[in-house]
DNA sequence: GAACTATATGTCACATCAGACATATAGTCA
DNA sequence: TGACTATATGTCTGATGTGACATATAGTTC
């Protein structure tokens, strides 16, 4: 079963250094995880370029000074779509999310791929 | 947390940038919806692009067709970060998330990532 | 020191999302 | 026709995220 699936896989044109990219879940983990921090960091530097305090934030999402606290700290217990949604409301474009996504890709050292 | 009907109402309809009046959608709302979207269809092109059908997708993601079908179809019940982990596993990189976000904002038709 | 402000952390009830399953629809081919 | 494949849709239950609250920590001003 497994063979034959690498096999459809390889036919349909994967390279063979990127395979790895379905059986390392970890790898995209990490990813995930650097995008999320990437998000939390342009969250806090949007609020301190509009000089809010996290309670103030917090009253405009409609949300608490926890959650904002956990959004910037990068907590496990914050999703993609909250940093998202609370970046929007806070007057960022797509393109502004774009840029804070795109150089968030994986490092395992001192040296990015 | 306002969402659910409208975002039903919207990723059935299609023609996501005269919704925004139609709903009176806010512009933070219009935008999240449109990322999504943009990553759905990146998903999509993807998975047909590695010639795979929904029901091998879900293997590889431990998931099922139906929360594939889900994902590409933009259903609300999808999260971004359920897309972004998966667009992940499926090899896509953090430039390659940034560039299908980029243009998420005013588009009115298909195009792919 | 006290009082005040800003931020961090832990917990909880409730809401939302996840995978799974059944089933419906649509296209293909014998 | 019927069998087969791919995709879509509805719903259930367990898992996870959310806002709220209490409380802790840190810095500032008096």
Redesign the pocket.
Known sequence: MKKTKREKLEAAGWAVGSVKEFLGLSEADTVLIEMKLALSRSLRDR??KYGL???QL?ER??????????M??G?????M??LVSSLLLLGASSADLADAIRGAEKRTGPRAA
Chains 1, 2 share one sequence.
């Open positions: 609020r301190k305090s996290q309670v917090a999402l409609h949300s608490s000074q926890s959650r904002v606290a956990k910037e700290a907590d496990p217990s914050v999703s779509d909250l």
